[in-house]
């Protein structure tokens, strides 16, 4: 499970005193522990997907973060904030590519935008760009 390569991520992280890895894992193992106590309340498991979303949201968050700082004139902190990105990153699954969205669209009988996007909702939740489907999916009609 992704929480879990993530603590152990941490732990390696506190051994080799690396303060820019350490600082974005106990982030995202509060979010997944937060989301934890939530699924817990329903009698359900935090499942990968769940932190996959966790995870494209932190990298949302932090791109915004160093968005701001480079406004402000303060690179560095912008360089902290993208190597974050780029640690948490590596638990995302491969996104799919436009070619393999339109090959899994051209083989589905009914093409309408609300039946293709439910299928990929269901199917491939955190694999692939929902905005890129609609893209593909308005060049394929």
Known sequence: MILDEIKKA??????????????????????????????????????????????????????????SYIKAGKQEQANEVEKQKEIISAYLPKMLSEEEIYEIISKQDDKSIPNIMKLFKTNYAGKVDMGKVNMVLKKYN
């Not at 690396?18 to 498991?45: F, P």
């Open 10 to 67: 941490n732990i390696q992280a506190l051994k080799d005193k690396n303060s820019t890895a350490r600082a974005i894992y106990s982030v995202v193992m509060t979010k997944g522990m937060l989301e934890t106590v939530k699924k817990r309340e329903k009698g359900e498991e935090l499942q990968d997907t769940d932190m996959v979303q966790i995870l494209q949201k932190t990298i949302k968050e932090l791109s915004d973060e160093a968005e």
